[in-house]
């Protein structure tokens, strides 16, 4: 049964790798293998539970007889709802700041980017893109910054060839400014609510790589665009109710949105509950601001005109349950013991973390970057650094960077989102430009992808040198 559960996360591994060629929507795949995954794992639970939770079960039991039905209370509340809370704080996370952005986007308060973005300086366009995407994705999710952006850029860019450039350059800068940032990217935020990283300490390991990393490449794409661009000179968008708030009231908002997220490490550190919570507290307090500031709106039968186009705006709720799904199918797999076979071999085999970070890279080039780093981060455990005194040197050496703050998983989130700048099929935002400006992947390897390549083997090439 160990081995059916396995091949079902193989096999939707491969469905989600392929899934711009067969169509079939990542998220359906990421919730079967994790449904079905735990309901193989029940069914087998009495060779499971003895196996590896025996001393657990028999203090469950209490001198109680077994049967099938203990074993299944045992296994939903002591196996089973540990992985339903990992998750659920993730997707709580992502629901949290994604209505954040929802309710600013709402209200017109990234409006202001058009007016900023307008010129016909082909390279200063491609600058501004870059710098306020790398900026607003290491607050906020890839995917809805992603999606932001390219609107964005469509409505500034008329010239459809212009448009492919600049949404090129716009996810290499969201896919490297997420990695910088625990709250940037579901897989820095993975690590920071496991305890394997601190806020400050990982947006400081990886400033310099993540900067490497999206640097060439956009400079790269720069050279294929004229010296002036073509430009929508439209004024800012009609946008029905929401047009009675002023500028300064946006402004507002604005700061109460962004200041908010970048408050939640803070409050993570002073409080040690969990980050869902204060991006939930964020949420409330511009909840209020915006009802406030729109009470006279709060009754009427007025619709706001949206933008953005449909198919990417189910990409939000897509998003949190293929977290969900990916979580919850590696860890039934973890449960069968199967990855921790996996680990020792990597232990025994290759014993290098550079070795694994290039393969952490290589793998989400075409598997998904956050599937990716769930995998490799439920190989190992976070390792408490005080238990490692008693090992012989090299062991170590390489055990410690297991330790919070280790160098492992640094490696492994930075290399598994710059893997998503190679193919884009590889990120949640590579597809939004697929699927919106209807990219071909031959073309973007060609004039972004292999530059994008060498620049994250030289940010790990920084890294090395900078440990």
Request: with cysteine; proline share 2%; charged share 10%.
């Amino acid at each position: 049964m160990a081995l059916i559960i396995f091949s079902i996360l193989l096999l939707g591994l491969l469905l989600i790798a392929t899934g711009h060629l067969t169509n079939i929507n990542r998220a359906a795949v990421a919730m079967f293998m994790g449904t079905v995954g735990w309901v193989l794992y029940i069914c087998y639970g009495t060779d499971f539970v003895l196996s590896q939770y025996y001393s657990e079960y028999q203090a469950f039991l209490s001198g109680a007889a077994s049967s099938s039905t203990i074993v299944k209370e045992f296994i939903a509340q002591n196996i089973f709802l540990k992985y339903v809370g990992k998750s659920s704080e993730i997707v709580l996370f992502l629901l949290a700041t994604m209505t954040i952005v929802e309710i600013l986007n709402n209200n017109g308060c990234f409006d202001f980017l058009i007016e900023w973005l307008r010129t016909r300086n082909s390279k200063k366009l491609l600058f501004n893109l870059t710098f306020f995407s790398f900026i607003l994705s290491a607050n906020l999710d890839n995917i809805t910054t992603t999606t932001m952006m390219l609107v964005i850029m469509h409505q500034l860019v008329p010239n459809r060839r212009q448009r492919i450039v600049y949404g090129s350059a716009i996810v290499i800068a969201v896919n490297c400014g997420g990695a910088l940032t625990v709250i940037g990217d579901p897989i820095g935020l993975v690590l920071w609510n496991s305890g394997a990283v601190t806020a400050s300490n990982f947006s400081l390991s990886l400033v310099l790589p993540c900067l490497i990393s999206c640097a060439l490449p956009i400079m790269w794409l720069g050279r294929t665009l004229p010296s002036h661009v073509e430009i929508q000179w439209d004024g800012l968008p009609y946008r029905g109710d929401d047009t009675n708030l002023n500028r300064w009231q946006r402004m507002l908002m604005l700061v109460v949105g962004i200041g908010g997220l970048w408050f939640i490490p803070t409050f993570h550190n002073i409080t040690k509950l969990s980050p869902f919570l204060g991006a939930l507290c964020v949420l409330s307090l511009l909840w209020i601001v915006n009802e406030i500031m729109n009470h006279k709106l709060m009754n009427t039968d007025q619709m706001i005109h949206r933008k953005v186009p449909r198919v990417l705006q189910y990409s939000v709720i897509q998003l949190i349950l293929f977290v969900m799904g990916i979580m919850l199918a590696m860890g039934v797999t973890y449960e069968t013991g199967i990855l921790g076979n996996i680990a020792s071999f990597l232990n025994n085999e290759v014993h290098n973390v550079w070795i694994l970070g290039i393969l952490a890279g290589l793998i989400s080039s075409v598997v998904d970057s956050f599937a990716t780093t769930m995998g490799f981060v439920t190989l190992f455990p976070v390792m408490d650094m005080h238990n490692l005194t008693l090992l012989p040197a090299m062991q170590y050496e390489y055990a410690s960077h297991f330790v919070q703050n280790g160098l492992y998983w640094k490696i492994i989130a930075y290399s598994s989102a710059m893997g998503g700048n190679i193919l884009l099929i590889g990120a949640a935002s590579g597809l939004a430009l697929v699927k919106m400006e209807k990219i071909h992947i031959r073309w973007f390897f060609k004039e972004a992808g292999a530059v994008s390549a060498a620049a994250w083997l030289l940010g790990l090439a920084v890294m090395w040198a900078m440990n």
